[in-house]
């Protein structure tokens, strides 16, 4: 297969970035994205260029590393799929695709495609844990946890911070992540103790870092690699509203 | 002794903290924003009056009435109050949310429907139908020199008359469709992204939610339609 590619060229957060055109023959068609874009900084090794820098990781759609927006779709057009499982056959021989990086003022850019999350690991340190040893594993039925609660909580862990919900979001919001991770430790018994602080602490963290606000576009949802529902993000409002207005935890 | 960490009360530093928190200030919006459609239902049921065909009896004593009624004189002004603080939140909403996108995609993701991404040039739109429909007929109305009619010996202040005359120019009907078609986009996003926003969402009440949404923002805009294009045509 032969492709053209846009690919987003940026030295670093200061340099204000431009479109590079390449030309790539000789992709094959069970290759991932990734591997295609391999082949193209083998071709920009040989011809002494600068090649392209992009994030990966475990090529295995779990780490959440790879964060490309092809053709204006995070991750790529195929649903519920992260940028390394995305193969070649899903595109046109002879297609053109335009490569950027995720782009959020809270997401610096690095250098071309891979931007900086630490963001994101600054919202999970404001809150995303329990604060006691869990210890080994417990006796199964020592903390009883009903069935739906837990598909709930599991569906939440999915997440896995690749950040497609800000880069999909109009407003650059993080909503879906932070809600996802709320959610999570919020329905099971082992989160409850700490629910109130860990939402209003982790709001903050979200609003500080300088994400945008959501409207409920449901751009997020439609790009999550992961399909985590933005009904997380309903129950983040519902779990911010009641720790900040009906209890005594300090906003 | 109680620990003064768990006794002292906080001061009122915490509601600018909240207020000023993402999600404190879409709670602004969607609070402002269901007590406009209920604003919306009310001010559509008046206008249905202007159909009756008794030469604008019922509609001048209904128009007499909310301008004279203390009670309604106060919540009209809260209304004003809060169509401003909606118009103004979502403005500077809008502005805070473009910030956090400094450099902009060669090609934008979508993923969404067109309403819920084009939520502020909706608003700004009605918003502009606001200060015209305003300045014509409620500036008119309290501080213009207005046709007078009598009934039963009381003296009218004929706005019937006034709402005629502009609705026998198509420009001002188009205006007004093209606006409530606006609305009606406005109110598709808006009536059901004002309850998600309060942490309502539900297995059971989310689609009953959905459908007076729909019901709601096609239903209302039929009838504000139907005044100024069943006037235009003479009906």
């Known amino acids: 297969m032969k492709f053209t590619l846009k690919v987003w060229r940026q030295n670093n957060a200061q340099d204000a970035g431009r479109f590079e055109t390449y030309s790539l023959s000789d992709v094959e068609n069970d290759m991932s994205f990734l591997e295609m874009m391999d082949v193209l900084n083998q071709q920009l090794i040989k011809e002494k260029k600068d090649p392209v820098a ?67 690991d600054n919202i999970i340190q404001a809150g995303g844990y329990v604060s006691v040893n869990t210890g080994s594993a417990p006796d199964a039925n020592a903390v009883p946890v009903p069935q739906d609660l837990a598909e709930k909580a599991m569906d939440a862990a999915e997440c896995i911070g690749c950040g497609a919900c800000v880069a999909a979001c109009k407003n650059s919001s993080a909503m879906l992540f932070l809600s996802a991770k709320v959610s999570h430790l919020a329905l099971l018994p082992q989160g409850k103790p700490e629910h109130k602080k860990r939402v209003i602490s982790m709001v903050k963290a979200h609003d500080e870092a300088g994400f945008g606000s959501c409207t409920n576009t449901g751009a997020c949802e439609a790009y999550c690699p992961k399909g985590i529902s933005i009904t997380n993000i309903a129950r983040l409002n519902r779990e911010y509203l009641t720790a900040a207005l009906a209890s005594e935890e300090a906003v | 002794m109680s620990n003064p960490i768990a006794a002292n009360p906080y001061s009122l530093k915490w509601l600018g903290h909240f207020f000023g928190s993402s999600v404190g200030r ?31 009896r019922a509609f001048n004593e209904y128009a007499y009435f909310m301008t004279h009624f203390a009670p309604i004189k106060i919540v009209s002004y809260v209304t004003y109050f809060l169509i401003l ?26 993923g969404a429907t067109w309403a819920s991404r084009n939520m502020t040039i909706l608003g700004i739109v009605i918003l502009l139908f606001l200060v015209v429909h ?20 009381k003296e009218y202040k004929d706005l019937y008359s006034i709402v005629k005359e502009a609705f026998s120019q198509w420009w001002y009907v188009a ?39 729909w019901v709601f923002s096609i239903g209302v805009i039929l009838g504000f339609a139907l005044q100024p294009v069943a006037m235009f045509l003479g009906l």
């Open chain 2, 85 to 110: 603080l909606h118009a103004i939140d979502g403005i500077a909403l809008a502005l805070k949310n473009r910030q956090a996108r400094p450099s902009k995609y060669a090609v934008n993701p979508t």
């Open chain 2, 175 to 213: 205006f007004y469709l093209i606006s409530l078609v606006a609305l009606c986009f406005h109110l598709l996003h808006g009536f059901q992204s004002a309850f998600r926003t309060l942490g309502l969402e539900h297995k059971k009440y989310t689609p009953i939610i959905s459908i007076i949404g």
């Open chain 2, 134 to 153: 305003l300045k014509n007929f409620w500036f008119a109305y309290k501080f213009g020199t207005m046709p007078m009619v009598t009934y039963d010996g």
């Open chain 1, 54 to 120: 992009f994030d990966h990781d475990c090529r295995e759609g779990i780490c959440g590393m790879c964060s490309m927006v092809i053709n204006g779709h995070p991750h790529g057009h195929v649903k519920a799929t992260t940028t390394c499982q995305l193969h070649m056959r899903s595109f046109k021989d002879g297609d053109t695709i335009v490569i950027e990086p995720w782009r959020a003022k809270a997401f610096p850019v690095i250098k071309d495609l891979a931007v900086d999350r630490s963001a994101f």
């Open chain 2, 26 to 56: 879409k709670l602004i919006m969607s609070l402002t924003g269901l007590f406009l459609c209920l604003f919306l239902l009310v001010h559509m049921s008046g206008n249905l009056q202007l159909l009756k065909g008794d030469g604008g």
